[in-house]
């Protein structure tokens, strides 16, 4: 089984900045692809951004220039960096992770969420 443990979640004000980090750990093989996505108060969950084993990233618009994505490959974890943040973006973050275990089984992989909360 693959665990993934986020963190940096937390309360800050608009204009501020807040950094995430998720670590997956267990019977991993490779990872493909990681990521974030988040889900706001009434709304549906969204991708944040992606980033590939050879460091492709994806970013959402409504983040686009506001928020950087890395991964550190030898540690099997990913982190968000946030900047200008708005009270939109307000929600619960969920680490994503696409990984082969080592039972040769490709499988997508969702943390627990950790709440971002921005105040206006």
């Known amino acids: 089984q693959v665990q993934l443990v986020e963190s940096g979640g937390g309360l800050v004000q608009a204009g501020g900045s807040l950094s995430l980090s998720c670590a997956a750990s267990g019977r991993i093989a490779s990872i493909n692809v990681m990521g974030w996505y988040r889900q706001g108060p009434g709304e549906q969950r969204e991708l944040v951004a992606t980033?590939?084993?050879?460091?492709?990233?994806n970013y959402a618009d409504s983040v686009k220039g506001r928020v950087t994505i890395s991964r550190d490959n030898a540690k099997n974890t990913v982190y968000l960096q946030m900047h200008s943040l708005k009270p939109e973006d307000t929600g619960v973050y969920y680490c994503?992770?696409?990984?082969?275990?080592?039972?040769?089984?490709?499988?997508?992989?969702w943390g627990k969420g950790t709440l971002v909360t921005v105040s206006s």
């Open positions: 994503y992770v696409n990984t082969v275990t080592l039972d040769f089984v490709n499988k997508n992989y």
């Open positions: 980033i590939s084993r050879s460091g492709s990233t």
